[in-house]
């Protein structure tokens, strides 16, 4: 809640309000339209309420990276997405050793059996991010790109988005893949590049339904998880 609802907003929530606003405006504005005065005037707040917070430039870009982070987590619950089975044998772990035969079998059943549920999580994050977060992923593509030339920036930037690729890595690793940290790179590379052309690039006229993610997201999958290619046809079915 901000000035001009007519309530100050407290101190525990003004941190949370700056954040979010110097997101909105770099979504808006982009990187030049991102100063502390005008921080303040769109949060309706006294002049040097973001400077009290975040004296440089440098703290109030982190500041957004944060917010941004803590955005993003809630994109995709923990709760909705597939709960890796630790004890199910990877990939490279399968084809190695006595038995090998029966354990690369059982890696090509858990491959296509968990494409259904990854092309059904990673698909449902990105048709939210089109359809209700367009604000944050064009504040993350204006931060990404001075994160670039700042690298205590880039640092922050980074361990953030740890927090989406880590998960990512696990879930391929327990189902199946050979190469989990190798195929996390694609998966994650996929789902950025049609965030991007989605939104800034030569597809943002339209957005995706669900229904055309999720089976582009499987038949990735279908290349990199042993047994997966036979469950590709059974994700398609109608979007939202």
Not at 74 to 101: I, K
Not at 207 to 236: I, Q, Y
């Amino acid at each position: 809640m901000n000035a001009r609802d007519g309530l100050a907003p407290s101190a525990a929530s003004r941190p949370q309000l700056i954040a979010d606003t110097a997101l909105r405006l770099l979504a808006e504005r982009g990187m030049r339209g991102l100063t502390h005065r005008a921080v303040d005037e769109a949060a309706g707040l006294p002049q040097g309420s973001t400077s009290n917070l975040a004296r440089t430039r440098a703290a109030l870009l982190e500041a957004a990276v944060g917010r941004l982070a803590e955005r993003e987590a809630a994109v995709l619950t923990p709760d909705e997405l597939p709960r890796p089975q630790r004890d199910r044998p990877s990939g490279a772990e399968a084809g190695a050793g006595p038995g090998a035969g029966a354990a690369s079998g059982a890696g090509a059943a858990a491959g296509g059996a968990e494409v259904p549920a990854l092309a059904e999580a990673l698909s449902l994050a990105l048709h939210r991010y089109l359809t209700h977060h367009r604000e944050l992923l064009l504040a993350r593509y204006e931060l990404a790109l001075e994160a670039t030339r700042r690298p205590a920036l880039r640092e922050v930037y980074d361990r953030a988005g740890r927090a989406f690729r880590e998960p990512v890595v696990a879930m391929l690793a327990a189902a199946g893949s050979a190469a989990p940290e190798r195929h996390a790179l694609s998966v994650v590379a996929w789902c950025d590049g049609v965030l991007f052309s989605c939104t800034a690039g030569q597809f943002h006229a339209a957005v995706p339904t669900r229904a055309a993610l999720r089976t582009s997201c499987a038949e990735l999958l279908a290349g990199m998880l042993p047994g997966a290619g036979a469950s590709r046809g059974g994700t398609g079915v109608a979007g939202e």
